[in-house]
């Protein structure tokens, strides 16, 4: 059974860091591209950031890139999310997940399940 757990929920001021962590189980995830989503309130859900398989490859959204570090231990089966300078616009729920397919190297956002999300962790970045 596929698990994903998020942690890390926080409330910063603008400017300010947090660090988000995922530990997965269920499947062999050291196999699978990583990813982290966000969904604010009235919005769809978005992908933030990816990992690929092998740990090298990333791709950020064009609002995060620089702030934003994405990453994994493998042997932990866990992905990480650093996140420096917050933003107010960076409020949102925050969700990993895994690719459809292992050893890809694919990590656009049709790529990523749809049918499998943690509870996610709610990050707040007031003004």
């Known amino acids: 059974q596929v698990q994903l757990v998020e942690s890390g929920v926080g409330l910063v001021q603008a400017g300010g860091s947090l660090r988000l962590s995922c530990a997965a189980s269920?499947?062999?995830?050291?196999?699978?591209?990583m990813a982290w989503f966000r969904q604010a309130p009235g919005k769809e859900r978005e992908l933030v950031a990816a990992?690929?398989?092998?740990?090298?490859?990333?791709y950020y959204r064009d609002s995060v890139k620089g702030p934003f570090t994405i990453s994994r231990d493998k042997a932990k089966n866990t992905v990480y999310l650093q996140m420096n300078n917050l933003k107010p616009e960076d409020t949102a729920g925050y969700y990993c997940?895994?690719?459809?397919?292992?050893?890809?190297?694919?990590?656009?956002?049709?790529?990523?399940?749809?049918?499998?999300w943690g509870q996610g962790t709610q990050v707040t970045v007031s003004s």
């Open positions: 997940n895994f690719a459809k397919e292992r050893y890809r190297m694919t990590m656009n956002r049709n790529s990523f399940e749809e049918n499998y």
């Open positions: 269920g499947r062999p995830f050291s196999a699978y591209n």
């Open positions: 990992i690929t398989w092998t740990g090298g490859p990333t």
